[in-house]
């Protein structure tokens, strides 16, 4: 177990601070310079002739995308002349174009082009939700990449014409469309990646000392493309670190160019003098949760209240604050918000009923979660015989699905805690995955779930020994708001990584899970132990209401 320090909640970027400081020196550069499988699959489809000539890419088919990719080609282009046609949102008709029968005289037409016809002999980008939306498109244009050549339709079918001779159209194609999509479409050809080649538009990075300066330049041409303030090296750094929130890694940064023009323009909206802060960016950033907020702010505000019930002092038998990541349809922010997880034990055959499964509110991650964690504990026992106790664990005034994994060490300690009667510090909220062997592992969400606990600390008074377990594997992730990380330092609030359960208890416990036969120190298992040996052995056998009042009946 470490106790973090509130340097380790938030990127200081120390190995390329240098860099950052360098940031007006540096020459912007476009978004293609980070794409370099991108930019080699461009590359091959433009100027091999022994290359497919339809290319996959699996981007978000937006308008920002299909602009870049359009660049891209040009870079790569040898010929300025070579056409580029952009397909976002097309039907058939505006694509393959079509013949209009002439209302006069039915033996003559007159043939309209479409994008194709624009397109011959260079490259067209295709939205892949045009080609799911009407099947008949891919059709066509599979026919026209094997033979180079487009029959003509006619647009009105149940008027007769005179179809002219097919076209004769050479092009490439490059069809974007998300990973949800690009699966629909391979479910539909099975043989599309015989048919295609196949690359992505990274959405993000790892940071080097080699490529920071060239994500700076990135960030530059965003800058002046759009016409915005320049940032000073505090913005630019200030940019970085919520950039690392956003891909929940400190080593990683975002390439999403929807996300970094947003942060850019609204920093400038912000900026009141001829450059950019990162008080501007920081305004930024709070004015988009200002926005987002009144869901999290209403959650919140039923706990303050007392309609949800989530204590933060004191000590309770069977009871802890889990951490849990909200993410409601038709809201566009995942927020965190602490969950009181409780468990009751009963006399039984050993079954840990998960209420939320068998009320069909769990989901099959946390299902195995949970039995995963079930796994752990009849290993550290190690009985001869069944447990003589059942156990029912439940997610407290909890009204929809739960799943993932990321409660089964809360759900573990407090099914501990039930079985031998020892409590648990209401002050400390937990997350964690665990395995069979007990070790913790990473979750997601875990920004937001910190910051939800520390919402009802802050609101009720922070004591100085209130603060989050988390898995040690999830460090890197840490980049926390100002409030907690001032609150970090001041050791108003702490967080604490552990990389095994048995590091866990006696933060929240005060006894150890298990120790060795050498130390004299009462365990947990030891509690455990001797309360399975009074149930079998001691005198204190439970008895049921029942034979209670028979006893009393017969001594009286």
Known sequence: MQEVSWQSVVPQFAHVEQHILNYADIEATSPCALQTRLTDSIQRLVHEDHFPRLLLVTAPDVYDYFKLLENMVKNVQDNPDCPIVVAENVDEVQLFGAVYPNSNDVTTSRSVNGLVHQANGGVLLLSLGCILSQPHIW??????LSTSKLPWRSAKPDVYCELPEPSDITLRVIVVGDR??????????PELHSLASYTEFEQDMYLTDENIDTYLAVLKGYQTAHGLKPLDASAAKRVLQAGARYTEDQERLPLCPLWIQTLLRESDYQSDADIITADDVEKAIEAKYFRESYLPLRAV???????VFIDTRGEHIGQVNGLTVIEMPGHPMAYGEPARISCVVHFGDGDIADVERKAELGGNIHAKGMMIMQAFVSAALDLDEPLPYSAS??????????DGDSASLAELCAFVSALSLQPINQSIAITGAVDQFGRVQAVGGINEKIEGFYNICEHRGLTGSQGVILPKTNLNALCLNK????????GNFHIWAVEH????????????FSGDEETETETLLDKIAQRIDTFHHGEHRHTSLINRLKNWLNHN
């Open 483 to 490: 409030d907690v990380t001032d609150a970090i330092r001041d």
């Open 301 to 307: 505000d039923d706990i303050h209240k007392g309609q």
């Open 180 to 189: 949800a999509l690009m699966s629909d479409f391979e479910n539909g050809e």
């Open 501 to 512: 359960v048995e590091e866990a208890f006696p933060l929240i416990t005060g006894l150890p």
């Open 139 to 144: 059709s066509r244009l599979k026919s026209l």
């Open 393 to 402: 664990i439940v997610f407290e005034q909890s009204y929809c699905e739960v």
